[in-house]
């Protein structure tokens, strides 16, 4: 299995709600990363989990809680959202090794997450 | 600190014709480097990757690219443009110095023309 699986496909939101997106990956990989996508732009990297740690936060409003609760799974819980959160969330993972230059080759990502918050 | 520039942001060429996709990065160590295609409403999808070894390098879809560290390059190419060949492309570079995170360029919009 190749393949990195994220729900829901879509998402409309209120800016009082929780909702949480789910990305689920069977390769083996202990790195999983979220990336937020606006339109036209490249993906920004928001978290990555090594080893199910928390290994880099790239200063992202608390509004945003990742969670690894098991090397296949990686959650993002939204609360409190404003509009211009909307946009694709996209995870991706990757396989870290042990030597520097064989570490973290390609990451594989999954479809994304198209998020619309009212 | 290490960039990566892709020069175009949109680029349209005829079916049939030569695909030409650039990128230019800077890094202080030995980088690797990806290029990524991302079509409408889906998530990207690795088209090839440079570590070490050859520099001229082949992926799907009938892409290649090629690494010359004295230009600080890695172009993306196609010979022959096929109408699924447009997308959005991104070229991304991992500095050796951070295992974890690659840095993309700004993407390239690829139309083609019939």
């Known amino acids: 299995d190749t393949e990195v699986t994220q729900t829901p496909k879509h998402l409309v939101m209120g800016m009082t709600n929780k909702k949480s997106l789910k990305c689920e990956q069977h390769m083996g990989h202990r790195a999983m990363y979220w990336y937020k996508q606006k339109a036209k732009k490249p993906p920004e990297l928001m978290f990555v989990?090594?080893?199910?740690?928390?290994?880099i936060n790239e200063s992202v409003p608390s509004r945003f809680s990742p969670e690894c609760p098991n090397s296949s799974l990686l959650n993002l819980h939204l609360h409190a959202l404003q509009p211009e959160d909307s946009a694709l969330y996209l995870c991706a993972s990757s396989s870290p090794g042990l030597a520097e230059r064989s570490s973290y080759n390609e990451q594989f990502f999954g479809p994304g997450t198209r998020l619309t918050v009212l | 600190a290490q960039s990566v520039t892709q020069l175009g942001s949109h680029v349209s060429v005829s079916e049939g014709a030569l695909v030409l996709l650039r990128c230019n990065y800077s890094s202080s160590v030995p980088p690797y480097l990806f290029w990524y295609v991302q079509y409408p409403n889906q998530g990207l999808q690795l088209l090839l990757k440079y570590t070490t070894g050859a520099t001229l390098v082949k992926g799907i879809n009938g892409f290649e690219a090629e690494f010359k560290k004295s230009e600080t390059s890695f172009h993306l190419t196609k010979p022959s443009a096929h109408m699924s060949d447009a997308a959005e492309y991104f070229c991304a570079v991992r500095p050796g110095s951070s295992a974890s995170k690659i840095i993309f360029g700004s993407g390239t919009r690829l139309s083609i023309r019939p």
């Open positions: 989990y090594s080893y199910e740690k928390l290994s």
